[in-house]
């Protein structure tokens, strides 16, 4: 999934491979404008050619989807409207309008989190090196709040029109797998207890009202 106001997928990128007689082991990939170069030793084996040019493409289009991705809080607000527009919008009529999105460095059980009374939605800062296509996927799901606070058949079928939710999901419980992360159920320790708030937990993937 492309970055910025246009938010349809980009078309898979041309791929041309080039051996070198000077190359031994090396494998390198780099962008040449539309096309992406990948540099690989002239005795290497097709089975092994494209098994290396799979992988490094894969690499260098994930490292520059992570490079484009919103960063900032006004950012943020940015992305969200567009998210609302594509995938809400046409289900909704209208697209929900965050009143602030912002990233936090407290939310150490959770991915993210809302507040649909003031309209807040906020962000666990350890979502900033993950795909885009993950955050994206954590953004839209507590934009959803703002229209469902809970977990209805409304709101599963809200999320459901992204098209990356199942894998965006399967991907942070991997990540929670692999780090271990302990869960627990309820507001994270550091949270206001009188704060109304929907959020999205790290254990499944999913919220927990």
Known sequence: MSDGPNLTR?????????RSRRRRRTVTAYREGQTVVVLV??????????????????RLLAREARSSAPTGDEALVVRARDLGRRYLAPQLG???VPARVTWVGNQRRR?????????TIRLSDRLRPMPVWVRDYVLLHELVHLVEANHTPRFHT???????????????????DAARLEVGPGLDDDADPDVDEADLDEADGEAQG
């Open 10 to 18: 980009d078309p898979a990128p041309v791929v041309e491979v080039r």
């Open 41 to 58: 030793p002239a005795s290497m084996s097709r089975a092994d050619e494209r098994r290396h040019v799979d992988a490094l493409v894969a």
């Open 94 to 96: 209208s697209a929900p």
């Open 111 to 119: 991915w993210g989190s809302c507040t649909p009374a003031d309209g």
């Open 158 to 176: 809200l999320v459901a029109a992204y098209p990356d939710a199942d894998r965006a999901r399967g991907y942070l419980e991997g990540y929670a």
